[in-house]
Structures are given as structure tokens and as C-alpha cells.
């Protein structure tokens, strides 16, 4: 059996409130193999984004075991935490998070000033990237200057130039229009199936979703499917 | 990497110039007050020091004490009761290396179409190193001048540029208060006294010739003040203490009676006042850096606001790789740049504040290196001190919070 990216066993994590634990992830057992593309949906308050945080090493599980490349995160410091987050992962969110004072090639660089790579290499890669998202003539403006969907799309270059083994997009096209939502997840999808990276996606949308060829709806904080995409439109109907 | 948390910083202070500009003000205020006081105070120093310098080592000055004549008590100095016997006396004791009476007065000076009012001064041919007189060009006052009543004059810088302008006054003949005498030597110039007084502004004549064509003495051989220089600077309280014995059986002082006579220790003032100024130059400087330390609280303000305005920047930084000492070492830098930015105006500011007091009150001002060192050090680590608690608490953030944060 191949080793698989992810192996999640029994994973809780609750938070510490004034009124006592809140329990928001329930025993979850979940395993993703290099090269797949998942979409998580569920209600909101489901915990799909309490995992995706503990799946991004943003956040670690109350109990359990969470293995990244067999590694067990749960027992990692903050610097071996930051170091993952930094060298296997990249992150695309729904707002963007791009830095505003600073230009797109050195939004695109950061992931690489922080892994030490030299400043030459550094700037030569991010222009790589913001080329490949056709973004390469923007290489000086400032995210505000441009368009939504291209702010998207240097997000999707800054998470490539760390060179990740998985990206983590928690609803990418939540801001956009159906017309820019299609032509991120085209990108997304040539990712998956062209160089090969895993991809997790958070989505509420079923045609979003249908990107994806797996599907795992969380509902209060436990799996309740974890298979074919197909069913994407009935959960959301329920 | 430290270069691009340099430009990182550089465009945060940029991003909010208004802000950036009145957090470093205070710095910029601290550190120049810091600057000027400290140039101003070692101004104050050295000037003291070189009219301690010029004043003659191991000094004292006897000079005639109040009398009371017929009820009336007089000022110091008032009667003359000191005479050239006592300087000869005193130059005896084992404690004195050398002694040397003063008379004299002012007088008006002429030479040619040009003319000048300044002290003259009788005095013996020990007066020049007892009082530390150097003799620049010709010659000084010789022991034969002194016993025949010579008619010469050795002069101070003021008083030559005075009279002779670009002229070589040695050979030339002066005038005073109408008796002719040859210049036959010029001093050094001393500059100021500690009280002010232009040292340079004298003539020095024979004691016996200033006695007799001068200033005609009702008390035959009384002095103005004795100069009096002791062995050694430990031989001073010795030498005080013989010289108010000698003086008191001299001058047939009873048992209880009052001194009609007063010694200063010129040496002791003069270190008094170097004391006093270097006093006052700290007590300046300390005022100055809390100044400092006020500047560097405004820094920790703006940065703990600006850790606050920025979690979220600081949430993508973390999601993305940075560590923890990554943000400490950015917002850090970020309070240094500020900080380090405050003080090299500051040190302009300082100077040119140095420099315009000197100029308005007359005052000598000394800018140091070391105190331009000084500032810089007291910046940076103003910088790192109160910079560091903001630094600390963006470093501490929880990134899924940060990121949270709108």
C-alpha cells in the first residue's frame, strides 16, 4: 500500500469556551493519496473549516493522529509547523490575503523569502509563476490594481512557488463571478492533473464541487459521505 | 533577508508618513537634546579647563584682608597690609616653591596716534611661572631690570594688537600715564579667566619701576596680592597653614584677633568649578534622555497600533512559512528603523541647536564624536527596547486568528 499524504485516525478538536468544551470535530478518519482532488462541503458549523485549518497546519487537533507525509503534526512545534505550511502546502482562500503595500512578484516571492532561497532565485521563480497564471506583464502593480479573479490567480502563484505537494483552497470562487469561478477551477484542475498536486477544496457550491473527484460532506462535526461527487446536488438540497 | 525587512519597514513607515514622521519626532527632540546639551556642557569643560590650565598650578592668591578704621570696617583688599617683605618671607617657607607680589592698577597706555586703558601690573621675575606665563616673542623682565627701576614692558596679546596692530612691538616705546618704557617682550596668549576676564589684556613692568614712576604708594612696599606657589599639590594644606602663621606673626596679630589678610586657594576653586560644570553637563544630559526614553514609549505605542492594524498581514505571513521569529524579527526592525531614522535627524538637529547657542550666547561648544556615538547607540536601543514588546506580541499571534481578523 502507498504511503498516503494524509492519514487522519480518530481526530477530535474541540474548543475551550467560557460555557465549557464546544466539540467541533468528531472522530474523523480520513485518508488522501498524492494526486487526488477533494471537495469538502457541508452546512456552515458542520467543521469543515475547523479542518481544513487543522489539514493546513494552522491549527492542531484536540486528540488524534494526523499524519502529513506520515509525519505526525500533532506533536510538531510552531517553527516545524510554519516549516510544513512553508514547504509542502499552499494555501488559496477566499479573500485573496494578498499583501496590498506590496507588488505582485513580491507577494508571489514570499513563500520563498521565508524558506531562505536567495533573492535572485526568489523574484526569477515568482515571475515563473505569475507567467504561467498569464499574469506576467503585472509583475510591479499592486494587487488593488488589478481585477478579482487575477488576484486569485496570483494567490494560486504564490501557493505554487513554495513548489507544494497539496493545495488547500477554502472557497476559492466564493468572490467571484461563475464566468472567473470556471477559469480558476480549469487552473486548479490542470494543476491536479498535469503536475500532479493534491488538491483539498472547500466549496458550497455543487458545480464547484463537480471539479473535484471526491467528495466528503461533514456534517456537525462527523463524515457523513466520503465518495463519489455525483451526490454533490442532493446534499445541498437537503 | 535583512534587506527585504529593511524595504519591508521602509514601506511601512512610508505607508503612513503623518504617523511615521510624529513617532519619530520624539526621538528626533530626545536625541537632539541630548546632542546639544552634552556639546554645550563640554563646552562649558574645556573652557574651564583652559582657564585652569592657564591659571598656574599649586596656587594661591594672599591678598589684604578687611581692616576696621576708625569704626568703619572696610572691604577686603581695602587697606594694603600685605607688603613685599611678606612675599619675601613667605618665598622662605619650606612648603613654597616660589612667591610673587603684584601692585598695580590701570593705567592709559599710548603709542603714537593710538591709545588703550588696561591693568598694569608690577611684578618680580618669578611672576612669570607662578602666574604660567609663557613669553611668545623677546624677552622677560631680568633681575637687573628689577633691582635698577628699568623702564620696560612686556605685554599681553590683547593689549599689543591694541596698540600695534600687524606691527612688531618689541623695541617699540610706550607711554604710560606719560612715562616712557621699551616693550621687550610679548606674552602668550592665555584667553578668557574662569570669571570671564580677557588674561591677555595686561602689562607687566618691574616691580620697583611700577613702585616708584607708577603708582606711588602711601604705605611704602604694600602689594596688591601675592601670588604664591606651593611644592606640590599635596603641600598645599601645609603651605596654607605656614602662610597664616608667618602672616599673623608678621603682621602682630593678637590671639583672637581677626586675619587682616585672606589666602585662596586658587587651586581649589578652579577645581570646584571644573566639578561644578562637569556636574551640570550630566545633570543636562540626563534631563535630555528622558526625553529619550519618552520618544521611545511613542515608538511602542505606534508599533503595538500598528501590530493591530496588521494582523492580519501578519496571519498571511504565517500561513504562508514565516516563524515566529521571522515577525519579531520584521516588527523589530520595523521600531529600529523609526527609531535609528529619528535619531540621525536628531543628531542634525542637535548640532545645529549646538551651534546656534554657541553663537548667540557667546559660549564655546563642543561637538564630540562620541556623543554623536552615544546618540546612535542610546537610538538602537531604544529601538530594540520598546520595540521589542510589540514585536513579541505580533510574534505570539495564533495564524488561524490572525487570519481571521478583519
Redesign the interface.
Known amino acids: 500500500m502507498p504511503a498516503g499524504l494524509i492519514q487522519i485516525r480518530h481526530l477530535y478538536k474541540q474548543y475551550e469556551t467560557a460555557a465549557g468544551p464546544v466539540p467541533v470535530l468528531h472522530d474523523i478518519a480520513l485518508d488522501i493519496d498524492p494526486g487526488e482532488f477533494v471537495a469538502i462541503m457541508g452546512p456552515s458549523g458542520s467543521g469543515k473549516s475547523t479542518f481544513m485549518?487543522i489539514l493546513?497546519c494552522?491549527?492542531i487537533p484536540t486528540s488524534g493522529q494526523y499524519l502529513l507525509r506520515g509525519k505526525d503534526v500533532g506533536t510538531l512545534d510552531?517553527?516545524a509547523l510554519?516549516?510544513l505550511?512553508?514547504?509542502v502546502i499552499g494555501?488559496v482562500?477566499q479573500g485573496f490575503?494578498?499583501?496590498p503595500?506590496?507588488n505582485l512578484e513580491t507577494n508571489v516571492a514570499?513563500?520563498l523569502?521565508?524558506?531562505?532561497v536567495g533573492?535572485s532565485e526568489r523574484l526569477e521563480r515568482a515571475r515563473h509563476y505569475l507567467q504561467q497564471m498569464g499574469l506576467g506583464k503585472y509583475c510591479k502593480s499592486l494587487p488593488s490594481q488589478i481585477s478579482g479573479g487575477q488576484q486569485q490567480r496570483v494567490a494560486i502563484a504564490?501557493a505554487l512557488a513554495?513548489n507544494p505537494s497539496l493545495i488547500l483552497a477554502d472557497e476559492p470562487t466564493g468572490n467571484l463571478d461563475t464566468q472567473t469561478s470556471r477559469e480558476i477551477m480549469d487552473i486548479f484542475t490542470r494543476l491536479n492533473t498535469e503536475e500532479g498536486i493534491t488538491i483539498v477544496l472547500v466549496t458550497h457550491e455543487p458545480d464547484i464541487a463537480h471539479y473535484a473527484r471526491r467528495l466528503v460532506r461533514f456534517v456537525d462535526g462527523r463524515v457523513v459521505h466520503d465518495g463519489s461527487v455525483e451526490i454533490a446536488h442532493e446534499g445541498a438540497m437537503a | 533577508m535583512i534587506g527585504v525587512m529593511l524595504g519591508e519597514a521602509w514601506h511601512a513607515m512610508g505607508a503612513n508618513r503623518m504617523r511615521t514622521f510624529l513617532t519619530m519626532l520624539g526621538m528626533m527632540i530626545g536625541v537632539g537634546a541630548v546632542i546639544a546639551m552634552l556639546a554645550i556642557g563640554q563646552g562649558v569643560k574645556d573652557s574651564v579647563n583652559d582657564s585652569i590650565a592657564s591659571m598656574g598650578s599649586n596656587l594661591f592668591i594672599v591678598v589684604s584682608g578687611s581692616t576696621t578704621s576708625g569704626g568703619m570696617r572696610m572691604g577686603g583688599g581695602a587697606a594694603p597690609t600685605i607688603t613685599v617683605g611678606d612675599a619675601q618671607a613667605i618665598a622662605e617657607l619650606p612648603s613654597v616653591r616660589a612667591s610673587a607680589p603684584v601692585i598695580g592698577g590701570t593705567a592709559q597706555i599710548v603709542h603714537g596716534s593710538s591709545n588703550w586703558s588696561t591693568s598694569v601690573s608690577g611684578v618680580t621675575p618669578d611672576y612669570l611661572e607662578v602666574a604660567a606665563w609663557q613669553i611668545s616673542r623677546g624677552a622677560w623682565i631680568a633681575d637687573s631690570d628689577l633691582r635698577a627701576a628699568t623702564r620696560v614692558a612686556v605685554i599681553g596679546k590683547t593689549v599689543a594688537d591694541n596698540l600695534f596692530g600687524d606691527e612688531d612691538p618689541i623695541g617699540q616705546t610706550i607711554r604710560i600715564k606719560q612715562s616712557p618704557f621699551v616693550v621687550i617682550g610679548l606674552l602668550e596668549a592665555k584667553g578668557q579667566a574662569l570669571d570671564g576676564r580677557d588674561q591677555d589684556d595686561i602689562i607687566l613692568v618691574p616691580l620697583r619701576t611700577a613702585q616708584r614712576q607708577l603708582f606711588a604708594q602711601q604705605f611704602q612696599n604694600a602689594v596688591r596680592n601675592i601670588m604664591v606657589q606651593a611644592v606640590s599639590a599635596s603641600a598645599m594644606p601645609q603651605a596654607e597653614k605656614e602662610m597664616n602663621e608667618l602672616l599673623r606673626q608678621r603682621h602682630r596679630l593678637r590671639e583672637g584677633a581677626d586675619d587682616d589678610f585672606t589666602v585662596r586657594n586658587m587651586t581649589a576653586m578652579a577645581k570646584m568649578a571644573a566639578q561644578t560644570a562637569q556636574l551640570m553637563s550630566m545633570l543636562l544630559g540626563a534631563i535630555a534622555s528622558i526625553s529619550l526614553i519618552v520618544g521611545g514609549v511613542g515608538i511602542m505605542n505606534i508599533m503595538l497600533v500598528s501590530v493591530t492594524e496588521r494582523t492580519r498581514e501578519i496571519g498571511i505571513r504565517m500561513a504562508i512559512g514565516a516563524r515566529r521569529r521571522d515577525i519579531l524579527a520584521q516588527f523589530l526592525l520595523e521600531a529600529v528603523s523609526i527609531s535609528v531614522a529619528g535619531c540621525i535627524i536628531g543628531v542634525l538637529l542637535g548640532i545645529g541647536a549646538a551651534l546656534l547657542v554657541g553663537q548667540l550666547m557667546q559660549t564655546q561648544v563642543v561637538i564630540t564624536l562620541s556623543s554623536i556615538l552615544l546618540g546612535f547607540a542610546v537610538a538602537t536601543a531604544v529601538g530594540v527596547f520598546f520595540g521589542f514588546y510589540p514585536a513579541h506580541q505580533a510574534s505570539k499571534l495564533r495564524p488561524i486568528e490572525a487570519l481571521r481578523y478583519q
Open positions: 485549518n493546513g494552522l491549527d510552531h517553527d510554519a516549516s505550511r512553508n514547504q494555501f482562500f490575503n494578498l499583501l503595500r506590496a514570499l513563500p523569502l521565508y524558506a531562505r533573492r504564490r513554495g
